[in-house]
């Protein structure tokens, strides 16, 4: 079983601007740079002949590239914080292809994540992280503004579970837009 899932990478420029936020919030387990990307869409656990299926339908969507911006920062998890993310500005273009690789999932019978597709990079995982530290570490860098910068491909990554550590992020599929 593999587990994998479709995002746009961050370039390295993004990432510095970044990580001087990952500081100052108790209970959090800050992710590392190489971790950050834009979710397009959560596929879950599946057999390899599966994810190759996927592969080849996921590779067959035309989008343009497009520009995108960082605007600001803020958590999930409304009274219980559980991460904590810097804010992707939504556009049209963001949104149809996050729509297409779910769709085109859906047409596999792989059930995306059945969560509304909110844009964001997570810094950190949250444990035990309480309410107002959340709200002072997000009213502290809610100034925060980056980009633009072009997405121009998109990946499939497999996410590997490694006992005692963080998981891995690897890219298995690279797809160019435009």
Known sequence: M???????PVPDDIADRLEPLMTGLEGARWRDR???????????????PVAAELDIAIGEIEAPQFDLSIEGVGWFGRKEPSSVFATVKRTP???????????TADRLGIEP????????????YLN????Q???????RWQVLRAGPWT????????????????????????????
């Open 34 to 48: 190489s971790h950050f990307h834009v979710t397009l869409g959560f596929f879950g656990d599946m057999i390899e």
């Open 2 to 8: 593999i587990r994998l899932f479709a995002g746009l």
């Open 128 to 131: 035990n992280s309480p309410l």
């Open 113 to 124: 994540d059945a969560k509304p597709f909110k844009p964001h990079i997570t810094l950190a």
């Open 151 to 178: 997405a121009d491909r998109f990946h499939l990554f497999e996410s590997i579970s490694r006992p005692g550590k963080k998981s891995v992020y690897e890219p298995v599929a690279d797809y160019p837009l435009g």
């Open 93 to 103: 273009e963001l949104d149809v292809l996050a729509r297409e690789c779910r769709r």
């Open 133 to 139: 530290a959340a709200m002072a570490w997000s009213e």
